[in-house]
């Protein structure tokens, strides 16, 4: 399930009738972070990118 802040969250996705392993309602957690964290840091380097733009020049150019 998504967030109102647009992040997944593993313990709001169970039916409160469903018992599952805690040791692996803990696992998908932590993996739903991992994917948060990672979506952060392609966002916060997307924005670099388009701040401070790569300009490639070529060898024949730069002569």
């Known amino acids: 399930m ?3 802040f647009g992040k ?3 313990f709001k996705n ?3 009738g ?3 392993n805690p040791i692996y309602l803990y696992e998908i957690d932590r ?3 991992t994917a948060n964290w990672l ?3 392609i ?6 990118s388009k701040k401070y733009p790569i ?5 024949s150019s730069a002569q």
Do not use: C, G, P, T
């Open 2 to 4: 998504i967030s109102k």
């Open 8 to 10: 997944s969250n593993a």
């Open 14 to 16: 169970r039916n409160a």
């Open 18 to 20: 469903f018992q599952a």
């Open 31 to 33: 993996r739903v972070e």
């Open 39 to 41: 979506k952060q840091d």
């Open 43 to 48: 966002q916060q380097l997307h924005n670099k």
């Open 55 to 59: 300009v490639l020049v070529s060898a």
